[in-house]
């Protein structure tokens, strides 16, 4: 689904005219606290990110979103699904991050069940959060995901949820 509308979003599939918003709220050292390799430092990296993004929609016809409140032109943040090899599984990976603006206001849960409404018929769904990583951990419980277990992922302990 590359637009998807939940009650308070609008969620489309990711484009490059949404690069400068993956690079403001990537680079911010505040969404990036829990990620093992920090903020991303520079544009080309943002660029890269997004290329794949892209990609993962025009070769799996699933991917990442980029999240507007209705009836606004801002991007306040991203995720969606990502298909990826976790811990020997292909699965598909639920992400969100939002700018420190949106935060406290339930998008990520809102992005979150958009998200696992979509991908239930298309194969299982994770979560991999790192294990310090709470307001996320509570993002995961509160869409009904379970803790599963916790393995080494991107070099630091990580919780996988299972939908």
């Given at each position: 689904?590359?637009v998807?509308?939940?009650?308070?979003?609008v969620l489309?599939?990711v484009?490059?005219?949404?690069?400068?918003?993956?690079?403001?709220?990537?680079?911010?050292p505040?969404t990036?606290?829990?990620?093992?390799?920090?903020?991303?430092?520079?544009r080309?990296?943002?660029?890269?990110?997004?290329?794949?993004w892209?990609?993962?929609?025009s070769?799996?016809?699933?991917?990442?979103?980029?999240?507007?409140?209705k009836?606004?032109?801002?991007?306040?943040?991203?995720g969606?699904?990502?298909?990826?090899?976790v811990?020997?599984?292909?699965?598909l990976?639920?992400?969100?991050?939002?700018?420190p603006?949106?935060?406290?206001?339930?998008y990520?849960v809102?992005?979150?069940?958009?998200?696992?409404?979509?991908?239930?018929?298309?194969g299982?769904?994770?979560?991999?959060?790192?294990?310090?990583?709470?307001p996320?951990?509570?993002?995961?419980?509160?869409v009904?995901?379970?803790?599963?277990r916790?393995?080494?992922?991107?070099?630091?302990?990580?919780?996988?949820y299972?939908?």
């Open positions: 689904m590359e998807v509308h939940t009650a308070r979003m489309s599939r484009t490059m005219d949404d690069l400068d918003a993956v690079h403001e709220i990537h680079s911010d505040r990036s606290v829990y990620h093992p390799g920090g903020p991303v430092t520079d080309e990296s943002s660029r890269a990110m997004l290329d794949l892209v990609a993962d929609w070769q799996r016809g699933i991917g990442y979103w980029a999240a507007r409140l009836e606004q032109d801002e991007v306040i943040g991203f969606g699904l990502r298909q990826a090899m811990d020997g599984d292909e699965v990976n639920l992400y969100y991050r939002f700018r603006s949106a935060w406290g206001h339930g990520a809102e992005l979150a069940r958009a998200a696992l409404r979509v991908g239930k018929a298309l299982p769904v994770v979560a991999v959060i790192r294990d310090v990583n709470e996320s951990h509570r993002v995961a419980e509160r009904g995901m379970r803790r599963d916790t393995i080494p992922y991107g070099g630091v302990p990580s919780d996988v299972v939908a």
